[in-house]
């Protein structure tokens, strides 16, 4: 039994002609600039030889295994995606780093010194955040492996050799571009590099922005490196999709048949349950319960010393006050969210819909290509020489609209969520039926009323999925946003990082288990939403649907 990997259409000329350019332009960089780029790469690799085998085994257990709660798993880990970096780090700070309770609890009377420090820290903090998406992108891929191919090959082979050797091969490209998308998270965030002080090429950018001009520092950065290191990752993110898109399945090859799956026997499914739960309550307890324990620490002083004891009434009143208390950071967040999610919705379905075009959709994948291979903090430096001007420049009106309103952390916040927001729904629109849209142009409608009268109907649980996934990824960015909020404001974001690093260990908790809580609430509330929805839709038709005549 042997499956080849799908047929590549790119030449091997390409692909050479990429690397050449990578090892020219590196070799071009100043030795600064090729530290912080090692660096980069070591933070990626490290992730990756983290998050990678724990995606797949996650993936491959959702999508091709039948076991009691693979459903439940799954809207756990794609709940997880939108927790943002900086409150992973909160989470696991007080189990594993300063303070921890599992460090000092290993450590006992001794002085436990912190497991999260330095490259362990931001290594383990991004794989734990890269662990659902590689998971789940994962699982999509294996859904579309043929059936047929899987049931012809269990005549020779045991259902794990079948799950192994054709399943992960046919459908390993979800899990490439997982990877991807985890190794350019790690090339251009900022929020848990800073922590840890990790010297990325991202994390020098937004700290040279915060001391002056980029490229004016004496041993900073020049200009000329700031050019080299955006290209040079954007030569490695086109060259990674070269490499990834072969193993992507088409539209032609995606299999409408019930998707196979290996119904283990009872001993076997008590073995899978157990280690699979376990390995998901190791990642997904520790940090949770730190965040408890830290929020109820109380210190008093009896004798002149003082006693740290833990208390489940002050936990409860800091996670129920903590909204109240940081009401306003939480209106701001809300409000750029809404203007960046109302952007990057209208946006991503006028680009979604043009890239159907296939002169378009090139366009968009190298358009997207760039903007995800730009550092966050570097958008945030131009959108400062964009809009800050002196007062006797003639572009100076541009600087009321930097310091008077929220324009540049919206915009920002919007341009950092497009690239997903635009592809989801870039994979709605295009699965449109041309028939319809046939009909439609037969009766006179143009592609703008073509997309506001059958497109947009046909797929609206999918443009609002986009919506809510553009409101959660604004809300949850800090990276580039953080350069550019007007005096006087100040986001959820901002304030959870501010505290992390002045070490305010319980309001850090209580706040990061408010964050918590506020996604839990809105991911039910859309599962709700959409059940409703699909309800109601469905007794629509059924009333709609003419009576059949009796003989």
């Known amino acids: 039994m042997h499956v080849e990997p799908p047929p590549t259409s790119n030449s091997s000329r390409t692909t050479l002609a990429l690397l050449l350019a990578i090892a020219a332009l590196t070799l071009l960089a100043s030795s600064?600039?090729?530290?912080?780029?090692?660096?980069?790469?070591?933070?990626?690799?490290?992730?990756?030889a983290i998050a990678l085998p724990l995606g797949v085994l996650f993936g491959v257990a959702i999508a091709k295994i039948e076991f009691p709660g693979r459903r439940l798993l799954a809207l756990l880990l794609a709940a997880l995606l939108f927790v943002p970096l900086y409150v992973q780090a909160a989470a696991w700070n007080g189990a594993?780093?300063?303070?921890?309770?599992?460090?000092?609890?290993?450590?006992?009377?001794?002085?436990?010194?912190?497991?999260?420090?330095?490259?362990r820290g931001a290594i383990w903090i991004h794989a734990m955040g890269a662990v659902p998406w590689i998971a789940l992108l994962g699982a999509a891929s294996l859904r579309t492996v043929e059936r047929r191919l899987e049931e012809e090959s269990l005549l020779d082979a045991a259902p794990?050799?079948?799950?192994?050797?054709?399943?992960?091969?046919?459908?390993?490209g979800g899990f490439w571009a997982g990877a991807l998308w985890v190794a350019i998270v790690c090339a251009t965030e900022i929020a848990v590099t800073d922590l840890f002080q990790i010297r990325t090429f991202a994390e020098e950018i937004y700290t040279e922005a915060t001391l002056g001009p980029l490229g004016a520092l004496p041993g900073g950065l020049l200009?000329?490196?700031?050019?080299?290191?955006?290209?040079?990752?954007?030569?490695?993110?086109?060259?990674?999709?070269?490499?990834?898109?072969?193993?992507?399945?088409?539209?032609?090859?995606?299999?409408?048949?019930?998707?196979?799956?290996w119904r283990p026997s009872h001993v076997e499914r008590g073995w899978i349950v157990a280690g699979v739960w376990g390995l998901a309550g190791l990642l997904l307890m520790p940090p949770l319960a730190s965040l408890v324990w830290k929020a109820g620490i109380d210190v008093t002083q009896r004798n002149g010393a003082f006693e740290r004891s833990w208390s489940l009434t002050k936990a409860t009143t800091m996670v129920v006050h903590s909204p109240w208390e940081h009401r306003r950071e939480w209106g701001w967040s809300l409000l750029i969210g809404l203007m960046a999610?109302?952007?990057?919705?209208?946006?991503?379905i006028l680009l979604a819909w043009?890239?159907?075009?296939?002169?378009?959709?090139?366009?968009?994948?190298?358009?997207?290509?760039?903007?995800?291979?730009?550092?966050?903090p570097l958008w945030g430096v131009w959108?400062?020489?964009?809009?800050?001007?002196?007062?006797?420049?003639?572009?100076?009106?541009?600087?009321?609209?930097?310091?008077?309103?929220?324009?540049?952390?919206?915009?920002?916040?919007?341009?950092?969520?497009?690239?997903?927001?635009?592809?989801?729904?870039?994979?709605?629109l295009a699965s449109v039926p041309r028939d319809l849209l046939e009909a439609a142009r037969s009766e006179g409608a143009g592609p703008l009323t073509q997309l506001w009268r059958v497109a947009l109907p046909l797929r609206w649980t999918?443009?609002?999925?986009?919506?809510?996934?553009?409101?959660?990824?604004?809300?949850?960015?800090?990276?580039?946003?953080?350069?550019?909020?007007?005096?006087?404001?100040?986001?959820?974001?901002?304030?959870?990082?501010?505290?992390?690093?002045?070490?305010?260990?319980?309001?850090?908790?209580?706040?990061?288990?408010?964050?918590?809580?506020a996604l839990a609430l809105s991911v039910f509330a859309a599962m709700a939403t959409l059940a409703l929805s699909t309800a109601a839709l469905s007794a629509l038709r059924n009333r709609n649907r003419p009576f059949k005549q009796e003989d």
Not at 100 to 115: D, F, I, R, S
Not at 341 to 348: D, I, K, R, V
């Open 32 to 48: 600064r600039l090729q530290s912080l780029l090692a660096n980069t790469a070591t933070l990626a690799l490290g992730t990756l």
């Open 96 to 119: 594993l780093g300063t303070g921890g309770w599992l460090t000092q609890w290993l450590a006992g009377e001794t002085y436990a010194k912190p497991w999260l420090a330095g490259w």
């Open 160 to 172: 794990l050799a079948v799950l192994v050797r054709v399943s992960l091969r046919r459908g390993a």
């Open 223 to 261: 200009r000329t490196d700031l050019a080299l290191g955006v290209t040079i990752i954007a030569v490695i993110v086109g060259l990674a999709l070269l490499l990834t898109l072969p193993w992507l399945p088409s539209a032609a090859t995606i299999s409408v048949d019930q998707v196979w799956k």
């Open 341 to 348: 999610m109302g952007a990057t919705t209208l946006l991503g």
């Open 354 to 376: 043009q890239s159907r075009r296939p002169r378009w959709g090139r366009a968009l994948a190298a358009a997207v290509a760039i903007a995800i291979a730009v550092p966050a």
């Open 383 to 428: 959108a400062i020489d964009l809009l800050n001007h002196p007062a006797d420049s003639i572009w100076s009106p541009l600087t009321f609209l930097y310091d008077r309103t929220l324009l540049a952390p919206a915009a920002l916040q919007s341009i950092r969520a497009l690239p997903i927001v635009g592809l989801w729904l870039w994979s709605q």
């Open 462 to 517: 999918g443009v609002a999925a986009a919506a809510g996934v553009a409101l959660v990824l604004a809300m949850g960015e800090l990276s580039a946003s953080l350069l550019v909020l007007p005096p006087g404001v100040t986001t959820i974001s901002v304030r959870i990082f501010q505290l992390l690093h002045y070490g305010v260990d319980d309001r850090v908790a209580a706040l990061a288990l408010s964050v918590f809580a």
